[in-house]
């Protein structure tokens, strides 16, 4: 490409200077802040700080609200992450047919992209409310059956169930475009050969499909640890009694409301590095696996 | 095909249907629950059947709460994330491709790691930057010594203090530090052909002409799936906005919707005007998915979310 490529110093760094200077300054420099801090305790109000070495790793790592914030993060992600890609997996399987409902889904299924977690949090927490919505009369037959307000798992089901909902337009885009790139040459032959509809579905679609899976998983999965901030704000803020408290909103509480930086920092710190070594693990180890044989 | 496929397509069907059953949901009950009135809430409480109220839930939201405020403060917000995405992105892109640069692959490694980390994991540290822009100017002063070169001239200790919280710009800069869209121009810049910019050489034009003149109106539909998802994205964001802006008249629509109380406690809340406040939120995202489909789904597949 030399002969098409232009020959200047300094307009090509002048060009890409305002994207340089804004991650710079909100992604580089508060991500380098974060692991400095951990190391230090920080007093809000810019009050100072110290170094302390190792400390706020020994006291967030010894705090078992921290542990729980984890479990209850990695089970989020197991539940939420599996089933927003599994639903839309489906769908997208349907929609490829030329079915009657395949065109007016491919619209329908796309609008949660324009509903924040958070409006939709409000109108869960309305539907949900175990007293005026939806699931009222059935409290009305067996009192306590549903009461997302007291029982923490009733309280997490919502909140699974309100990240699959926001979680459906981007997979289902996805996985359709990659079952609309298979060559129909392939279903010809198999259906020559003597496959049915269904055993094409599972022996073609689905394996042809496998990079496309492998993306949004991986996408997923930083999705469910930082997108459900703003269903746990809206709906449960956490409770009941810390039930729905992940580690994002744990951060939130810790770092805004209980202005304790370093901690935060810290969370904050040990969150990145488990985000980045998951996606390692998939990139390295699980891509392997998934074939690109187009 | 001349096969027979009566047994999946039903299937498929169903499915589909079940999948719009649960997108639409939530949507209708929220819009009929805007359209009756409270006293009727309040008498029948969850009902399916559309009242005659919306206009009243409306103005109720509309007097006495900042919704409408909020909901323009989202729209300028929103804009303006697209925009500035549009255009640093382009250029980013069209700095990277179309010149020979040593440096080149250094700034597309920076800008492709940006999309490892969203803001929601550094969102700590990146408050304390936005409540002091200029402290990397500060720590530099401090770090090469010019701080007390200057305290020796002019006699205080130089510190400079520019916080950009609770500003439009506030909240939008730190949500465009990731390289959503740089990734977009780079992969649409190469599909292009070389002779394009060769050609365009040899007729004499510079960088700023073959960019103007070639580049910008070739990327027309691009331009326009990246500025869509940047602004369902921008409306739709929540955690920054939340903690970037300290007063109502500051916050976004989402922001300012789930903080809309629902009343006295021991009361029946005032849930049809709540629910008309989220159909004033996001009717204006849902108007634009639903009439500009196809600019919005290659935004998806093009851009990672």
Known sequence: MNNSQFHRRWLP???????????????????????????????????????????????????????????????????????????????????????????????????????????LGVVFLFIFNPFLGILAPLNDLFPGIWQPGIDGKDAFVMLVAAQVWSGIPFNFVILLAGLQSVPASMHHSAAMDGASAWRRIRDIQIPMIMPQLFLVFVLEFTESVTGAFGIIDAMTEGGPGGATTLLVYKIYVDGFKGYDLSGASTQSTILMILVISLAAFQFFYLEKKVRYER | MIEKTKGVDRAANIVLATGMIFILFPLVI???????????FVRNGFSFMPGTHFLDNI?????????????????????????????????????????????????????????????????????????????????????????????????????????????????????????????????????????????????????????WDILMPLSKSNFAALFLIMFLGGWTQY???????????????????????????GEVPQYPAIMAGAVMVSVIPLLMIAFMQRHIVRGLTLTEK
């Open chain 2, 30 to 40: 929220t819009l009929v629950t805007a359209t009756q009135s409270y006293e009727d």
């Open chain 2, 239 to 265: 955690l920054w906005p939340l903690v970037a802006a300290s007063t109502p008249e500051m916050q976004t629509a989402v922001v300012g919707l789930a903080r809309l109380s629902p009343g006295i406690p």
């Open chain 1, 13 to 119: 760094l002048l060009l890409s200077l305002p994207q340089l200077l804004l991650i710079i300054l909100f992604f580089y420099i508060p991500i380098y802040m974060a692991f400095f801090w951990s190391f230090t305790l920080e007093r809000p109000f810019g009050g100072g700080s110290q170094f302390v070495g190792m400390q706020n790793y020994l006291r967030v790592l010894t705090d078992t609200e921290f542990w729980m914030a984890a479990e209850r993060t990695l089970l989020f992600m197991v539940t939420a992450s599996s089933l927003a890609v599994i639903l839309p997996l489906f769908l997208a399987v349907a929609a490829d047919r030329k079915v009657r409902l395949a065109m007016p889904a491919r619209n329908i299924l796309v609008w949660p992209k324009g509903i924040a977690g958070a409006s």
């Open chain 2, 59 to 211: 103005s109720i939201v509309i007097e006495t709460t900042h919704l409408p405020r909020q909901i323009l403060n989202s729209i300028i917000m929103a804009t303006m994330m697209a925009t500035i995405k549009c255009v640093i992105a382009f250029l980013t892109a069209y700095a990277i491709v179309y010149f020979r640069i040593r440096y080149g692959g250094i700034i597309f490694a920076m800008v492709l790691v940006t999309n490892l980390m969203p803001l929601e994991l550094r969102f700590i540290t990146t408050y304390q930057v936005a409540s002091n822009v200029m402290l990397p100017v500060n720590a530099f002063l401090e770090f090469t010594g010019i701080a007390r070169i200057i305290e020796l001239i002019s006699g205080h200790h130089p510190h400079y203090k520019l916080s950009i919280l609770n500003t439009y710009f506030g909240l939008a800069a730190p949500l465009l530090a990731n390289g959503t869209g740089t990734f977009l121009f780079r992969q649409y810049f190469r599909s292009l052909p070389a002779d394009l910019s060769k050609a365009a050489k040899m007729d004499g034009a510079g960088p700023i002409r073959f960019l």
